[in-house]
Nanobody, 115 residues
Framework: QVQLVESGGGLVQAGGSLRLSCAAS????????MGWYRQAPGKQRELVAIILSDGTTNYLDSVKGRFTISRDNAKNTAYLQMNSLKPEDTAVYYC????WGWGSRGQGTQVTVSS
């Protein structure tokens, strides 16, 4: 069973940057598609970015050009580099193994962007 642990969130001013990390257990990480979700109070959950096992990426329109998803298979870790942050990016961010979807998420990491 895959276990995921997110880290790297925090409080940042608008225009700032954060890098989130997602450490995965298990030997199947390198062949797994990974994704970052976010959930803000009162809003629908959003799939922000995905990265396939071959490195192909895709992004939610509202974060294109600002966020970059990457992975280091040697470290079993996925990352989300977030630049030019906006107050509307405030949410709890979760990573997930896309084979298992939302149910595989970790505990999440809070990102708060102040205006």
């Amino acid at each position: 069973q895959v276990q995921l642990v997110e880290s790297g969130g925090g409080l940042v001013q608008a225009g700032g940057s954060l890098r989130l990390s997602c450490a995965a257990s298990g030997s199947a990480f390198s062949i797994s598609a990974m994704g970052w979700y976010r959930q803000a109070p009162g809003k629908q959950r959003e799939l922000v970015a995905i990265i396939l096992s071959d490195g192909t990426t895709n992004y939610l329109d509202s974060v294109k050009g600002r966020f970059t998803i990457s992975r280091d298979n040697a470290k079993n870790t996925a990352y989300l580099q977030m630049n030019s942050l906006k107050p509307e990016d405030t949410a709890v961010y979760y990573c997930a193994n896309l084979r298992w979807g939302w149910g595989s998420r970790g505990q999440g990491t809070q990102v708060t962007v102040s205006s």
